[in-house]
């Protein structure tokens, strides 16, 4: 049964860089054919997709954040992670991290979520 | 840059029929999927490749597409549904993930 954690600390400080971990049990996260996404919400908005990790380690960035965002994995194959950087308070709100089923180009899902983590960005 | 575009609000009495639609110029290629969200909870997959209802969801909650709008059918509305519903696709290269703004709907 897959299940996604997040953690990681709840205040960040502006021009600093906002550091997450997702927890992932049930499959390694290098498992052949396996995504995993990062997904925000600021505070009563929408979602926004932050990027994608590919099992093999390749990253696909949204474009507005490529700039200030890498996503990796650690060698334990069970923690992915999410480093943004020069944050300003654009960047509070409740981070998720996610499978992200991708399929043939045109099909692409996240399931399941994680619970996330409100982040808030502030002196 | 693309877009999906979702009404901001439906409304619908119990029992009754609520239609949420999505709209981009990428969705004839690619497929959509959306996503229940509750007050202070994880947004949920309710609906993926357009129609496809993950194991656990209700059989009222039913998916359809035509050109660049696809729709998400709620049956039978119940008060649980009340939620905010958000669709999900790619742009045409398949390459970038964009949500729509999300659709509250309200059971009156």
């Known amino acids: 049964h897959l299940q996604l954690q997040v953690s990681g600390p709840g205040l960040v400080r502006p021009s600093e860089t906002l550091s997450l971990t997702c927890s992932v049990s049930g499959v390694s996260i290098s498992s052949v054919g396996y995504k995993w996404g990062w997904i925000r919400q600021s505070p009563g908005k929408g979602l926004e997709w932050i990027g994608t990790l590919y099992y093999s380690g390749i990253t696909s960035y949204n474009p507005s954040l490529k700039s200030r965002v890498s996503i990796s994995a650690d060698t334990s194959d069970t923690q992915f992670f999410l480093n943004l950087r020069s944050v300003t308070a654009a960047d509070t709100g409740v981070y998720y991290c996610?499978?992200?089923?991708?399929?043939?180009?045109?099909?692409?899902?996240?399931?399941?979520w994680g619970q996330g983590t409100l982040v808030a960005v502030s002196s | 840059s693309y877009e999906l575009t979702q009404p901001p609000s439906v409304s619908v009495s119990p029992g009754q029929t609520a239609r949420i639609t999505c709209s981009g110029d990428a969705l004839p290629k690619q497929y959509a999927s959306w996503f229940q969200q509750k007050p202070g909870q994880a947004p949920l997959l309710v609906m993926y490749k357009d129609s496809e209802r993950p194991s656990g969801i209700p059989e009222r909650f039913s998916g359809s597409s035509s050109g660049t709008t696809v729709t998400l059918t709620v049956s039978g509305v119940q008060a649980a549904d009340e939620a905010d519903y958000y669709c999900?696709?790619?742009?045409?290269?398949?390459?970038?993930?964009?949500f729509g703004g999300g659709t509250k709907l309200t059971v009156l």
């Open positions: 999900q696709s790619s742009d045409n290269s398949g390459t970038y993930v964009i």
């Open positions: 996610a499978r992200h089923f991708y399929g043939d180009g045109v099909e692409n899902w996240f399931d399941p």
